[in-house]
């Protein structure tokens, strides 16, 4: 098959919704499928076979993303020929999507989005001076008449799933996970990590991994941190990630004196550096409550790592007790107490890291893949029933 997706974003800006396309690329070449990805220009992006680069401007209140010029991005799709294409594949739901469904209904062909993010619980982060039940009743609202716009949704968790069901979503919506890339989770040096930010061997470390944003709840990973360290003095939080709630972290870190608690790394190279950091620790830590999947949680157990992390939203399909993890009360002592045997006991950490290696295995992107192409070529299938038209 032939694939067209477009995206309001891709890497170099690091995120969950970069590691699923670029997995979903990968996947679909192995098994001898063609994409092309139309996403913004960076000024750090190199260029990548198959990637069609769109200049636009930086969004203010957000230096990591940026927005496609609209002429630009509607004069990257016009230049691409409908005739290379079987079916059109939206990552995102702002002008990638308006841009994506034009160009899919013009030219007669199926259209696909995965809802990677939960707006609804991000909006008030970024619009603090509106109120949050407009912006939430506003992204319930956006998602419904977008999800309804295309052939197909896909969720990558049943959460997710039922939450479009519940803001009136009426197209088809298909659960996939984001598959996990195991070649790149499958073996890592934490001790030269630990090495390398002068952090002792006998350290209790645990780590959390992902974007430093608000809505990942990492204060409440500091209050934790400060509740651990009761018992456990010298005990590091390693924050690997960089985002818009770094400097008010920070400022966090500074008031209640855990400056040598806290660690902040920054974005770490994928392939090498950032299974390190997993390794490193003893235990990885997770209290996001809006994620639609949570891929982090099984890049950790991948690589033999238990997890400690509140079962909300789409974590909830992955995180299974026992199966390399814990799952934590929502509340700081609850938290702290499942989170304390583990930096204690390495014996009983390791066991429960060699759990998680085997339950991860179960999230391949293979798996992914297959069920991507299943509905791909159910689509395609639709589509050529029907006559394929241009539109006016």
């Not at 651990?228 to 990630?241: E, F, K, N, T, Y």
Request: glycine share 6%; charged share 20%; aromatic share 8%.
């Amino acid at each position: 098959m032939r694939i067209l997706m477009v995206s309001d974003v891709y890497f170099p800006r690091v995120n969950g919704v970069s590691t699923s396309i670029q997995t979903l690329r990968q996947v679909l070449a192995e098994a001898g499928h063609t994409s092309v990805l139309v996403t913004p220009d960076y000024p750090a992006a190199a260029a990548e076979p198959g990637i069609v680069r769109v200049p636009g401007w930086q969004i203010p209140r957000d230096p990591e993303d940026r927005l496609m010029h609209p002429r630009a991005l509607a004069g990257a799709l016009d230049a691409l020929d409908p005739a290379d294409f079987d079916l059109v594949h939206i990552h995102t739901p702002f002008l990638a999507h308006r841009a994506g469904v034009r160009w899919a209904r013009r030219n007669g062909l199926p259209c696909v989005e995965t809802y990677h993010t939960l707006f609804e619980e991000y909006f008030h982060h970024y619009l603090p001076f509106l109120p949050k039940t407009l912006l939430a009743a506003a992204a319930r609202m956006i998602s419904r008449k977008e999800c309804d716009g295309v052939t197909a949704v896909i969720a990558p968790s049943s959460a997710m799933k039922n939450a479009l069901r519940a803001y009136g979503v009426s197209s088809p919506v298909h659960i996939i996970p984001t598959g996990l890339r195991q070649a790149d989770f499958s073996n890592c040096d934490g001790p030269a990590f630990r090495a390398r930010h002068g952090i002792a061997p006998e350290r209790p470390v645990m780590a959390y991994v992902g974007r430093v944003a608000f809505e990942k709840n990492l204060d409440f990973l500091l209050q934790v941190t400060d509740a651990v360290r009761r018992s456990l003095p010298d005990v590091l939080l390693v924050i690997a990630g960089e985002g818009p709630a770094q400097a008010s972290l920070e400022r966090a870190v500074a008031k209640r004196g855990l400056a040598d608690n806290v660690r902040f790394v920054g974005y770490l190279e994928r392939r090498t550096e950032l299974p390190a950091c997993y390794c490193a620790a003893d235990v990885f830590v997770f209290a996001s409550k809006t994620e639609t999947q949570g891929l982090v949680l099984l890049e950790a157990m991948a690589l033999g790592v238990p997890v400690v992390g509140l079962a909300e939203m789409g974590t909830r399909d992955v995180l299974q007790e026992g199966q390399g993890c814990r799952i934590a009360p929502d509340d700081v002592a609850g938290f702290a107490r499942v989170l304390l045997p583990l930096l204690t006991d390495r014996a009983t950490a390791q066991v429960l890291g060699t759990v998680g290696k085997a339950y991860a295995a179960n999230w391949s992107e293979a798996r992914m893949g297959e069920a991507i192409l299943a509905l791909y070529q159910s689509l395609q299938a639709q589509a050529a029933s029907r006559p394929r038209l241009r539109a006016a």
